[in-house]
């Protein structure tokens, strides 16, 4: 079929308008009618979960496919739709969910809710006295198997007693209950569960989570796995005050603030638990970054390498990856294709692959560029020499795809252009500048703006070449080759406690930086004229 | 025709969704047991496109080094309860898991190091553990002091494992050194006579190192933290830059690369063990992690294992113990097997075994350390090294200590001064600690 | 179809280069002119190639080396053995085969649809004058500096929360995986629109005034026409995917679902010093794909990008 319209175009195309529309339209029809019949698909199971936001955008999504292709009008955006669609979903809406993250004091010890933590405070309180008690469990239901009511079965291993316990306390085991080897088996009246049930029905959310049997004012006893242990519990809540009372020794613990988030604390300062919970912030996230004296101190010096690398790591390997296209850009030379077969050998190891092999070319003593040099010289020792490295490393990993865009821009040069100039006596290298080079700019001049925002937030140059070292024992956050994201990361997420709130304060920040660089740079090499 | 790619698109896109409509109905094959070595043919390799998370009755997440022995305690206990298991070995372990636990997309099970513990109960993510005492009892004293934090044990520990001295026996002889200096010296001569590259391996790198360089420092007379009446370490108490903490930081300066360069930055985690294993050092110290590849290398007999020696008229080397253990998801979806799995599955003498052999860990439970000291000396003596050895803090202020400590010692090695290093050190972690 | 696109593709790439009247054989210079004109340059390219190879020699003789560690690896290998490439194959708990498996289909996925919907939009943002065009050009290319990675908690979160109801596509299955990369759908715009600038606008016009609709123009006229940038964008993104690990080391945490990158990475953070052996053979299978791709495409790339001349 292709073959056919292929061969002769226009002829097919001036067919007639009619009867050329039937196909695209027949496409378009079954398109949006699969999507449509998807979305009525799912629908009854996302009312049923209560997944309102997913049913928005199903429906949000059907609609606008719709309006888009159903109808004759906005051209564009039936070409448009479909990447933008996956870009707002997937790029635009997680930006704006961490601009939200960014307004709380999400992170280590305070991911929870309020309600949660305190549970958890309570739960992680409880402990066994000395003489507690332990059970061999089964669970059986009077009723149904999946909404109970249901009834503990119990068999005490030490003295081989045996209860029955339901949310109201201990009874008797009822006495034509079966027992086989310490553990109740059958009992009229009741189905038995099985271990899968009892482990599914224990669940997050599931009907025998939390389930207790009071044994005492503070003793309960509740199931661990398919046994059941007596646990006192010495901490009361007290909703209404919002305290603690810890009741063996009466201490109370209200809550107060440290920082950006809340602890139970008693008088004394002592806290309750290291987990705190989460809340919103507001823009205090924000202030920190430009009033924490451990981030303002350094952030202008790692600004400035940051912009240093970006542009270093652009320039070096466009200059290097220019000068090879150039250079090998000769057609009377022979074995062209195997020395640019080779060239690009770099870019076809994954990155992360040759960032840890070369991170181990610089030790002193052992690395392979001191052993093929016979130098002894520690690369990553210092400040100016991890920062060559740095570039150096990403200079190799760059090059090759400079080479290739530069390649590709120079034959895109036209040749009228080059014999006009040699005509005219024009040297080598002055044609080359007046001529050549300026042309390659202008069409590589967003790559280089692409290139340069990649460099600006490339992580795993720095993190997995230096880990942002080497850094001084005087400012040991501050590294010598750390740029602002590996500098933020470790701030975030580091070896000491993650606050992710606090960091997704800096990637809007870095966001914001990245963007306004970027428009700045395009205004220079008047891309945006060009887009006009 | 022309409107075919838009079309394949969907068909694709339909077909994913199909496939997960009826994905919950249809049993996952277990991920475990079938391994990818076996070619499979095209027809196969469409249905895999799109495989379903694993929805075992019980999920256990691990690192790398520690997924086959995982994979064996679990796959027993899932044969006698009949159940499926899933082991999955995960990249940065422990923050994966808190961020997954939250989401309610983590493992029942979590196996790791004990210093996780802090963070993960400051993050609400694994629950105590109610043991008996009796099966507490079954357990070597300083690996339930390691998983017991606020008084509650956390964690079913399995292994232990603390620093010791590897020495070269064709390079210095079968010798037992009782001071630190007479290693030291023992592989300088072999150094100077060319032998070997390095007399004493001691990890450092350019960004330091706190862990291997503990035993160097509470030898020669500094601590981390002190500790309260309850034995808990107190936060409040930081010995960097005590008189004994500059001692020993002028000691480690004096053994660096300015002083007798015994101590290197170009040595690091990187190469300290396969250095050693090819014959390259005289001597190293390392952790029983390493006897595999320092067997592979000097054979099962070439090379000497004890505890650390203290430096000749000093303390004794303290190395941090470390215990491995396992700990219940606190938002796991199976949480009865998750519980059912440590303290019955798993507590048993048999997995204990099973554990030490694959783990290659010496073990944690003492019926099975009596039972191994004749076959393998090496576990003995790292576990008496441990024994003796204070565990590792899980305190959360301890996040705060390892990067500006490791970077003083890099510091101090390279051959700066070494009070100043340390005082400044001390100085960002009190900060450090207080500001969290 | 195929033949057609072919002739176009040779007819563009001997346009754009060089002409050449006479047979090249003839045109070589000999002795010290050959050495000004074309000597220096082998000169030139042996050297890049040295700083080229180095590093990729060290990896391949450390796939080979028995010992496989950081400090007994030399550039040319001093012992010979497959046991790392062997070991890549048996070890059930690293299967080696399957990553490479999961990484090709989504690689292919992945490719595919972010060259298919950035040649899309990149048409209309040549072809058509409609409001917000420069807006969103600037706008798209802005959105796209921000990384993916630095969004990764509310990411994990969203696909946490899509993994409870379509279970498919959640956490842990690649189809998942590949949905969160195709956030980068249109990351190819800008290279793509460029080169259609450069075909002539004249040749749509013409089609259209023989009645052909504009998505006929496109799929039969155009977008062949383009093919070359297509390889050279496709090759691209080839590559990011293939490396891509920060994300899928957050979001493939089943042995039987990782990528090459993330399982590659597990092993090597697992240990580092002792499983570069591994590591390295596992990298050099890793690259082949990607370098036949560039030995396929290297017509495409040198001779294609050439088309931007007809513009000239």
């Not at chain 3, 050959?34 to 042996?46: K, S």
């Amino acid at each position: 079929m292709s073959h056919t319209t292929q061969s002769d175009p226009p002829r097919a195309v001036r067919g007639g308008a009619g009867t050329t529309r039937v196909l695209p339209l027949l496409a378009r029809v079954l398109g949006i009618g699969i999507i449509a019949a998807l979305a009525v698909m799912v629908t009854p199971a996302l009312v049923a979960q209560e997944r309102w936001g997913f049913l928005a955008v199903f429906w949000g999504v059907v609609a606008l496919l719709l309006a888009v292709y159903a109808t004759k009008r906005a051209v564009p955006a039936k070409y448009l739709l479909p990447g933008v669609l996956f870009l707002s979903l997937l790029v635009v809406y997680p930006i704006l969910m961490t601009f939200q993250l960014s307004t709380t004091n999400y992170g280590d010890g305070t991911r929870t809710s309020k309600e949660v933590t305190v549970n958890k405070i309570i739960a992680s309180a409880a402990f066994q006295e000395a003489n507690a008690r332990r059970f061999t469990l089964a669970v059986g239901t009077e009723g149904t198997v999946d909404a109970g009511p249901y009834t503990f079965f119990l068999v005490d291993q030490a003295t081989g007693d045996a209860f029955a316990g339901t949310e109201d306390g201990l009874t008797d085991l009822p006495a034509d209950a079966t027992v086989t080897d310490g553990a109740v088996t059958e009992v009229p009246g009741y189905t038995m569960l099985t271990k899968q049930q009892i482990n599914t029905l224990s669940n997050t959310g599931g009907p025998l989570e939390g389930f207790t049997i009071p044994t005492g004012d503070n003793t309960v006893i509740v199931a661990q796995g398919f046994q059941a242990i007596e646990l006192t519990s010495p901490l009361v809540y007290d909703q209404a005050n919002d305290t603690f009372t810890d009741t063996r020794t009466g201490t109370v613990y209200t809550p107060q603030r440290s920082g950006d988030r809340s602890y139970f604390t008693d008088s004394e300062g002592n806290r309750l638990s290291s987990q705190s919970w989460g809340e919103s912030v507001g823009f205090d996230n924000y202030k920190r970054i430009f009033t924490d004296p451990r981030i303002s101190k350094n952030f202008l010096g790692i600004f400035a390498w940051t912009v240093v690398f970006a542009v270093g790591s652009v320039a070096l390997t466009f200059l290097l990856g220019l000068v090879l296209a150039v250079v090998l850009n000769e057609s009377r030379m022979r074995g062209q294709k195997v020395y640019r077969s080779i060239l690009l050998l770099p870019y076809a190891i994954p990155g992360f692959i040759s960032l840890m092999v070369w991170s181990s070319f610089y030790n002193t003593d052992f690395g392979l560029i001191n052993n093929l040099l016979g130098t002894h010289v520690n690369w990553l020792g210092s400040t100016a020499l991890a920062r060559s490295a740095v570039l150096l490393t990403n200079l190799w990993m760059g090059f090759p795809y400079m080479f290739l865009v530069a390649t590709g821009a120079l034959q895109a040069v036209p040749s009228e252009l080059k014999e006009a100039a040699s005509i005219d006596g024009a040297s080598g290298f002055t044609h080359f500048r007046k001529i050549t080079f300026p042309l390659v700019l202008v069409s590589v001049a967003p790559l280089l703006v692409a290139s340069f925002a990649f460099n600006f937030n490339n992580f795993n140059a720095i993190q997995l070449l230096t880990e942002g070292g080497p850094f001084s024992a005087s400012d040991p956050t501050a590294g010598g080759t750390d740029i602002l994201i590996s500098y933020t990361y470790r701030l975030a997420f580091g070896t000491s406690a993650q606050q992710i709130g606090f960091a997704s304060a800096i990637s809007v920040i870095l966001f914001i930086l990245t963007g306004v660089l970027a428009a700045i740079q395009f205004r220079g090499t008047r891309v945006l004229e060009d887009v006009n | 025709m022309r409107r075919i790619p838009r079309g394949l698109a969907v068909a694709v896109g339909a077909s994913l969704l199909l496939a997960a409509c009826s994905s919950g109905t249809t049993t996952p094959a277990e991920s475990s047991t079938d391994s990818a070595t076996d070619s499979a043919s095209p027809s196969e390799s469409a249905t895999d496109a799109a495989p379903v998370r694993g929805n075992e009755d019980l999920v256990i997440w691990t690192d790398d080094t520690h997924l086959a022995a995982m994979q064996a305690v679990a796959d027993t206990y899932a044969k006698a309860n009949n159940i499926t298991v899933g082991v999955q070995a995960v990249t940065d372990t422990r923050a994966a898991f808190i961020t997954a636990n939250q989401a309610g997309n983590g493992p029942d099970v979590l196996v790791g190091a004990h210093d996780w513990i802090g963070q993960l109960v400051q993050n609400g993510a694994i629950d105590p553990l109610q043991l008996s005492p009796d099966q507490v009892k079954a357990y070597s004293p300083t690996a339930v002091r390691a998983v017991t934090y606020d008084s509650q044990l956390y964690g079913l520990p399995y292994g232990v494992e603390s620093l010791a001295l590897f020495c070269n026996k064709s390079v210095v002889g079968d010798t037992k050194f009782a001071t630190l200096d007479d290693a030291i010296a023992a592989g300088q001569k072999a150094l100077d006579a060319g032998t070997v590259e390095s007399a004493l391996n001691v990890p450092v790198g350019e960004n330091g190192d706190a862990y291997h360089m503990e035993p160097l420092f509470t030898s020669a007379g500094g601590y981390l933290f002190g500790k309260d009446a309850d034995g808990n370490y107190n936060p409040d108490d930081l010995g960097l830059d005590s008189a004994g903490g500059l001692a020993a930081a002028a000691k480690i300066g004096s053994l660096g690369e300015k002083g007798s360069n015994v101590l290197r930055r170009s040595i690091s985690g990187d190469n300290n063990i396969s250095l050693f294993a090819e014959g390259k050092a005289a001597c190293m110290i390392s952790g029983p992690w390493a006897l595999n590849d320092v067997r592979a290398g000097l054979g099962d007999d070439g090379y000497t294992l004890q505890p650390i020696p203290g430096f000749a008229g000093m303390g004794p080397a303290q190395p941090f113990m470390g215990a491995q253990a396992f700990y219940v998801a606190s938002n796991g979806k199976n949480k009865a097997f998750a519980q059912d799995f440590i303290a019955n599955g798993v507590n048993t003498v048999d997995s204990m075994t099973t554990l030490y052999k694959m783990a290659n860990l010496p073990p944690a439970m003492t019926a099975v350390r009596d039972s191994i000291a004749q076959d393998n000396p090496d576990f003995a003596v790292i576990a008496a090294a441990a024994e003796s050895a204070d565990p590792m803090p899980a305190i959360p202020a301890m996040a705060e200590v390892w990067q500006p400590l490791g970077v003083a010692y890099a510091d101090i090695v390279s051959g700066a001064d070494p009070t100043k290093s340390m005082q400044d050190a001390a100085n960002a972690i009190r900060t450090a600690i207080a500001g969290s | 179809m195929s033949a057609t696109t072919q002739t176009t593709s040779d007819t563009l790439s001997t346009a754009g280069g060089p002409p050449l009247r006479r047979d090249p054989n003839d045109t070589q210079p000999h002795g010290a002119r050959w050495w000004r004109e074309i000597g220096w340059r082998h000169i030139v390219g042996v050297v890049a190639i040295v700083y080229a190879l180095i590093p990729i020699l060290y990896v391949v003789s450390a796939s080979f080396n028995p010992i496989g560690s950081v400090s007994a690896t030399n550039l040319i290998p001093t012992q010979f053995s497959l046991t790392h490439y062997e070991s890549l194959f048996n070890d059930p708990n690293r299967p080696y085969a399957r990553w490479y498996l999961n990484t090709i289909i989504v690689a292919v996925v992945v490719v595919s649809a972010q060259v298919f919907f950035s040649a899309l939009a990149a048409y209309a943002f040549s072809r058509f004058r409609f409001r917000g065009r420069r807006g969103g050009l600037l706008t798209l290319l802005l959105v796209q500096m921000f990384p993916q990675f630095l969004a990764v908690v509310a990411l994990f979160q969203l696909f946490s929360s899509v993994g409870e109801v379509f279970p498919a596509f959640g956490l842990d299955t690649l189809a998942g995986y590949i949905l969160l990369l195709l956030g980068g759908s249109l990351g190819q715009v800008w290279l793509i629109k460029g080169f259609f600038d450069s075909v002539p606008k004249e040749l749509d016009e013409a089609a259209k005034i023989d009645g052909a609709g504009h998505a006929q123009v496109y799929f039969q006229i155009i977008l062949p026409l383009v093919r070359p940038i297509l390889a050279v964008t496709g090759l691209i993104a080839f590559v990011s995917v293939i490396g891509e690990f920060l994300l899928a080391s957050i979001f493939l945490r089943e042995t039987a679902v990782k990528t090459l990158a993330v399982g590659m990475y597990t092993v090597l953070d697992g240990d580092r010093s002792n499983n570069l052996g591994w590591f390295a053979a596992a990298a050099v299978l890793a690259s082949i794909p990607v370098v036949l791709l560039f030995q396929y495409l290297q017509k495409y790339i040198v001779g294609g990008i050439t088309a931007g001349a007809v513009k000239g």
